[in-house]
């Protein structure tokens, strides 16, 4: 089981109560936006993951993702949310609560795949277990930074 993210969805969870916090300087979003956001790439990549078949996963070279993974994060302000883990209008404090909940199901889970399970990143390519979990690592570390810098204006 990966203990960052576990402990990363501690530290998501422990914002919760700030989700209508805000300031624009740092992001046009909320807090709870970003909650929301980084919960369904967690759930999204998770499933897809476990839903791959192992058998058809190919190794690509994407220059993009070897810097940025190894740099360990993302620039702020350079990608748009695709429309399938966008939050809605109205963030919901109990729908936080149960992405939550499912997102610790689909961290156990992710660590019993075979470590050929993937997910097709739309700019990175296929992702295999271990890049997987890296990048949902720097993705949530990324939203993580943003709360907290919008938490401490």
């Known amino acids: 089981m990966s203990i960052i993210l576990i402990e990363m969805l501690f530290k998501l969870e422990n914002c919760v109560s700030s989700k209508d916090k805000k300031n624009s300087q740092i992001s046009k979003s909320t ?4 909650l929301d956001h980084a919960l369904k790439v967690i759930n999204s990549v998770s499933e897809q993951a476990i839903d791959s078949n192992p058998e058809t996963y190919k190794s690509n070279f994407s220059f993009m993702r070897v810097v940025l993974f190894k740099l360990g ?11 399938s883990v966008r939050p809605p209008e109205t963030i919901v404090e109990t729908e936080i609560h149960n992405q ?6 689909h961290i156990k889970k992710l660590e019993t795949l075979p470590e050929n399970a993937y997910f097709n990143h739309p700019m990175f390519g296929m992702l295999n277990k271990k890049q997987t979990v890296h990048f949902l690592e720097i993705h ?3 939203h993580l930074k943003i709360i907290r810098d919008i938490l401490k204006s």
């Open 31 to 34: 807090v709870g936006w970003h």
């Open 73 to 83: 994060f993302f620039p702020r302000g350079k990608a748009r949310a695709p429309k």
């Open 100 to 105: 939550l909940q499912v997102a610790r199901t």
């Open 140 to 142: 949530t570390n990324h």
